[in-house]
């Protein structure tokens, strides 16, 4: 579904990414884990428009992605839940919601994405009339992952959606993420919470400045002693 071919990527005269290659099947839940600094956010903007590759391609679905614009690539059925959540934070929950689904125009759709998106998170149908910036840190997390579903995308992209959560928040985001992948929609995540990451993915490629050190099955990546030791902490 997602194939990332030698992708460049420079801040100046930083050599932030160099070279890095991987893919993604429709259907699996992959996990790119690595340490601060490694690059993974890069790599996500990259995909998603956002920066542009000094060199490399970027396909979904076989439509190279390098020269088409942010805002064009949701409608090809990406979308990103990025870092830091960045939702909207005067509009209540639900507009940022219908924000979300700016790209379907079928009204029927778009409620039925709605209801959808109630369903996995129940506390955002409970206070859809709530200024989004008046919620905790969790529901945040809850509205900018809700508001990428509601686009309807093939494929989401998620950066650090543990980050700045309780323990007991982390294990119904990751819940949340494993339901998603069942109901079909493919998952590219980052994470440096690498056991819960590599504890739902099926796959997953490890990330060390700016190149890919290590790629394989994410449960036999769990096992491995230097990434236990390296990113587990054990």
Do not use: C, W
Not at 142 to 159: Q, T
Not at 190 to 203: G, H, M, P, T, Y
């Amino acid at each position: 579904m997602l194939k990332v071919e030698n992708i460049q990527v420079y801040y100046g005269m930083i050599h932030a990414i160099k070279g890095v290659s991987f893919e993604v099947n429709e259907g699996e839940v992959i996990a790119l884990i690595g340490a601060n600094g490694a690059g993974k956010t890069t790599i996500l903007h990259t995909i998603t428009g956002l920066v542009a590759p000094k060199s490399g391609h970027v396909l979904f679905e076989g439509k190279d992605l390098t020269k088409i614009p942010a805002h064009k690539i949701v409608y090809l059925g990406m979308a990103h839940v990025p870092e830091g959540r960045r939702i909207f934070q005067q509009l209540t929950v639900l507009e940022n919601l219908k924000l979300g689904a700016f790209s379907i125009t079928d009204k029927v759709q778009i409620e039925k994405n709605l209801n959808y998106v109630y369903m996995h998170f129940p506390r955002l149908a409970e206070r859809k009339n709530q200024v989004a910036g008046t919620l905790s840190g969790g529901e945040q997390q809850m509205l900018a992952m809700g508001r990428a579903l509601m686009s309807n995308p093939k494929i989401i992209l998620m950066d650090e959606p543990s980050m700045g959560l309780s323990p007991l928040l982390v294990n119904e985001i990751f819940k949340i993420i494993s339901e998603v992948s069942k109901d079909g929609t493919t998952v590219l995540l980052v994470e440096q919470n690498a056991k819960k990451a590599l504890s739902i993915a099926d796959r997953a490629y490890v990330l060390e400045t700016g190149n890919i050190v290590m790629e394989g099955k994410a449960s036999e990546l769990l096992d491995n002693p230097r990434i236990r030791a390296a990113y587990l902490g054990e």
